[in-house]
């Protein structure tokens, strides 16, 4: 439309803003993630017919499953959680040879040959695990 204007500047053209018209979209059906999953464990090769949209979704339920496995699998045949082990104790030397069935000068000499030993400043002492695993393995030969 072209309206006239008294000032000097001549005629000026006003256009009326064009009104969009929006259509409402119909809502695309993503497909669930678990259904892309049962198609690609029937047949792997179905794995590149999933939308690389839609690939973040299939991952993270893919994780959840993982996790869910995984905990099963630590829970053991009985569905129980197994019990976390007591911290490793440490022996003194007194202890420890009597444990083991040795002299505390035994010990002594041979500390730095034992992979049980700890030292902790100038005190010598022996982990309780250690020892297990050492006598095990021995009685093993």
């Known amino acids: 439309m072209t309206v006239l ?39 792997p090769a179905k794995a590149t017919e999933v939308p690389p949209s839609h690939v973040p979704a299939v991952l993270g339920q893919l994780a959840e499953l993982q996790a869910i496995f995984l905990a099963r699998l630590m829970a053991g045949a009985n569905g129980a959680m197994p019990l976390m082990s007591a911290p490793d104790s440490n022996l003194d030397i007194e202890e420890a040879a009597r444990r083991l069935g040795v002299s505390v000068a035994y010990l002594y000499r041979n500390a730095g040959r034992l992979p049980f030993t700890v030292r902790i400043g100038r005190r010598l002492l022996f982990s309780v695990e250690g020892m297990e695993r050492w006598n095990r393995r021995r009685q093993g030969r």
Request: hydrophobic share 25%; proline share 15%; charged share 35%.
């Open 5 to 43: 204007c008294p000032s000097a500047l001549g005629p000026v053209t006003t256009e009326e803003p064009q009104r969009r018209i929006r259509r409402k979209k119909s809502p695309e059906m993503t497909p669930d993630p678990r259904d892309a999953i049962r198609a690609v464990l029937g047949d």
